[in-house]
């Protein structure tokens, strides 16, 4: 079973892999009982947010640990991927924009993971 710092880990490299932009991390595990992380990433296409999303949810089956679930419509411009511990949120930029995660929460990223392409 992996340990919280695994999860992060593997989460941010898949996303990074994937050349998803503007990762977050937050930690809310003070502020929810559900989750302890939410990841919030932005991808560049609906069809970009989809593989990214399938990216992180194929990252942990294939160490063992498959997601919970993983929500996504057609066409999407948000895809949450629930691995218990973190819930990871791909969404588009304007997606992204709209529902303004952070600012749900109300709290300061623990990491902010700077990509390449910025």
Same mark, same amino acid.
């Given at each position: 079973m992996m340990? $919280?710092?695994? !999860?992060?880990? *593997?989460? /941010? @490299?898949? %996303?990074?892999?994937?050349? $998803?932009?503007? !990762?977050?991390? *937050?930690? /809310? @595990?003070? %502020?929810?009982s559900?989750?302890?992380?939410?990841?919030?990433a932005?991808?560049? @296409?609906?069809?970009?947010?989809?593989?990214?999303?399938?990216?992180?949810?194929?990252?942990?089956?294939?160490?063992?640990?498959?997601?919970?679930g993983?929500?996504?419509g057609?066409?999407?411009?948000?895809?949450?991927?629930?691995?218990?511990?973190?819930?990871?949120?791909?969404?588009?930029?304007?997606?992204?924009?709209?529902?303004?995660?952070?600012?749900?929460?109300?709290?300061?990223?623990?990491?902010?993971?700077?990509?390449?392409?910025?």
């Open positions: 340990n $919280a710092e695994q !999860i992060e880990s *593997l989460v /941010v @490299s898949s %996303l990074e892999d994937a050349k $998803a932009r503007d !990762i977050q991390v *937050l930690d /809310v @595990s003070h %502020l929810c559900f989750t302890d992380k939410m990841v919030i932005t991808g560049t @296409s609906t069809t970009h947010v989809r593989s990214t999303g399938n990216a992180v949810a194929q990252a942990f089956k294939d160490a063992g640990e498959p997601p919970m993983v929500e996504a057609p066409e999407p411009d948000w895809v949450l991927v629930d691995l218990g511990s973190a819930v990871v949120h791909v969404m588009t930029e304007s997606a992204r924009a709209h529902y303004q995660l952070e600012k749900l929460w109300d709290i300061k990223p623990s990491t902010s993971v700077q990509s390449e392409q910025d």
